[in-house]
């Protein structure tokens, strides 16, 4: 950072960037996506135009019993999936995903 006259560098190289930078302090963080067909929540169109516009919008839960801090979760709409996700955890170098995780 302080070459590149910068505060900070962000390494996006995922969980071997400490093995590719010999850099011991450095600490992965894993997370999981699922992606969903969006033909298990449809959209739906507004009412009070009749505009035809969609409704879409992102859903973030970081309390509990949806999330938390390591846990938040969260949806997004994206075209026509849904993309559900938001776990991290750090120091975690699992490459599959748990099944756990899928329920």
Do not use: Q
Request: charged content about 25%; some cysteine.
């Amino acid at each position: 950072a302080h070459d590149l006259k910068c505060n900070a560098v962000v390494n996006c190289t995922g969980l071997g960037s400490n093995s590719i930078l010999s850099d011991e302090d450095m600490v992965g963080g894993r997370g999981v996506l699922l992606h969903y067909d969006r033909k298990s929540s449809p959209r739906t169109t507004t009412a009070h135009n009749g505009d035809g516009m969609h409704n879409d919008a992102a859903v973030i839960f970081d309390e509990p019993p949806w999330g938390s801090d390591t846990y938040p979760s969260y949806i997004i709409p994206r075209g026509d999936k849904l993309v559900l996700g938001g776990s991290y955890l750090e120091g975690d170098t699992e490459e599959g995903i748990r099944m756990e995780e899928r329920v």
